[in-house]
Nanobody, 128 residues
């Protein structure tokens, strides 16, 4: 069982930066593929970024490539999402998610419906 707690959200002006953190419980965090997703009001939850259990695999949504960076610190059991050049359309609740060794089994990072554990989300609001 893994529990995920996101933090770092807030209100920022367009062009600004935020770093989200997702702290995980459990002893085997290093075995989990991790993802970031977001959901804006009235919209479906969408993929933002993902990082494999070894950190050798990463993936980004086209809308955030070049602006967002996903990373992980297995010693701290934490995954990060550095968000730069934020725009109002980045406003959403951001969620982290985890699934054990998916990329090891399938040689690709998991999609939204393939994650097992989810955090409660953190609000990011970008003002224009």
């Amino acid at each position: 069982q893994v529990q995920l707690v996101e933090s770092g959200g807030g209100l920022v002006q367009a062009g600004g930066s935020l770093r989200l953190s997702c702290a995980a419980s459990g002893r085997t965090f290093s075995n989990y593929d991790m993802g970031w997703f977001r959901q804006a009001p009235g919209k479906e939850r969408e993929f933002v970024a993902a990082i494999g259990w070894t950190a050798s695999m990463t993936d980004y949504a086209d809308s955030v490539k070049g602006r967002f960076t996903v990373s992980r610190d297995n010693a701290k059991k934490t995954v990060y999402l550095q968000m730069n050049s934020l725009a109002p359309e980045d406003t959403a609740v951001y969620y982290c998610a985890a699934v054990m060794l998916f990329s090891y089994t399938y040689a690709r990072l998991p999609r939204l419906n393939e994650y097992t554990y989810w955090g409660q989300g953190t609000q990011v609001t970008v003002s224009s």
